[in-house]
């Protein structure tokens, strides 16, 4: 029996570890034991998830609310700055986003990026992580400013999505998914974050959207 909870201990490193890097959860509940968790989409899926009314702190210790972001569509996903796997993939593809959006002229389109490790991530972290990528922040805000706790039952029950961090670890288990919202501030599609074409996807749908 003593050897239970090591081995125990290991298998949870591992799970952190192995989710971080890019194995998107599946799951569209917050029970995901049935579900494929080794195997993140290859295109975008259609989804419809209401986003739960939140108000947080941005890099510039500023507070960004779901009610300032209805209006328009914005694009939303969760990293954490100390991240060793998917963040390195996640956040070159938002700015190569970026960069696409404001070619486009759809400058009205913002981007958000949760923070999966709150306690870590501070407000001036968070900005020295987003001018590593070339971030406008007047158009793409990372957000902390909540406990873990918060974050993971805000991804779970607004995007269906995990955020997991282990007591001990330093790396958190976390969806690679970026996510489409509605002006109503509904998420209506998801796309595999760790692809570069998925910004372009991401583009050429808005465009649809606002042509109907």
Same mark, same amino acid.
């Given at each position: 029996?003593?050897?239970?909870?090591?081995?125990?201990?290991?298998?949870?490193?591992?799970?952190?570890?192995?989710?971080?890097?890019?194995?998107?959860?599946?799951?569209?509940?917050?029970? *995901?034991?049935?579900?494929?968790?080794?195997?993140?989409?290859?295109?975008?899926?259609?989804?419809?998830?209401?986003?739960?009314?939140?108000? +947080?702190?941005? !890099?510039?210790? &500023?507070?960004? %609310?779901?009610?300032?972001?209805?209006?328009? =569509?914005?694009?939303?996903?969760?990293?954490?700055?100390?991240?060793?796997?998917?963040?390195?993939?996640? %956040?070159?593809?938002?700015?190569?986003? !970026?960069?696409?959006?404001?070619?486009?002229?759809?400058?009205?389109? $913002?981007?958000?990026?949760? %923070? *999966?490790?709150?306690?870590?991530?501070?407000? &001036?972290?968070?900005? &020295? +992580?987003?001018?590593? +990528?070339?971030?406008?922040?007047?158009?793409?805000?990372?957000?902390?400013? =909540? %406990? !873990?706790?918060?974050?993971?039952?805000?991804? *779970?029950?607004?995007?269906?999505?995990?955020?997991?961090?282990?007591?001990?670890?330093?790396?958190?288990? $976390? #969806?690679?998914?970026?996510?489409?919202?509605?002006?109503?501030? !509904?998420?209506?599609?998801? +796309?595999? #974050?760790?692809?570069?074409?998925?910004?372009?996807?991401?583009?050429?749908?808005?465009?649809?959207?606002?042509?109907?």
């Amino acid at each position: 029996m003593k050897m239970i909870k090591p081995i125990g201990a290991i298998l949870l490193a591992l799970l952190v570890l192995n989710a971080c890097g890019g194995n998107e959860e599946n799951n569209e509940s917050n029970t *995901a034991a049935d579900q494929n968790q080794n195997a993140q989409p290859s295109a975008s899926q259609d989804i419809n998830f209401e986003i739960e009314d939140f108000t +947080y702190t941005n !890099q510039d210790k &500023e507070k960004v %609310s779901l009610e300032d972001l209805k209006g328009t =569509y914005w694009v939303a996903d969760f990293i954490f700055t100390s991240c060793e796997t998917a963040c390195l993939t996640m %956040s070159p593809n938002m700015a190569r986003m !970026q960069q696409q959006l404001k070619d486009e002229e759809m400058e009205d389109v $913002h981007l958000i990026s949760f %923070s *999966a490790d709150p306690n870590v991530d501070t407000p &001036e972290v968070l900005k &020295e +992580y987003g001018k590593k +990528y070339g971030a406008d922040f007047s158009k793409w805000d990372f957000l902390t400013g =909540y %406990s !873990q706790k918060e974050i993971e039952k805000f991804a *779970a029950d607004s995007f269906k999505t995990l955020v997991s961090k282990v007591e001990g670890e330093d790396q958190v288990a $976390h #969806g690679t998914s970026f996510y489409l919202i509605n002006p109503e501030g !509904q998420a209506i599609k998801k +796309y595999p #974050g760790l692809k570069a074409s998925s910004s372009q996807s991401i583009i050429e749908d808005i465009k649809k959207l606002e042509n109907q």
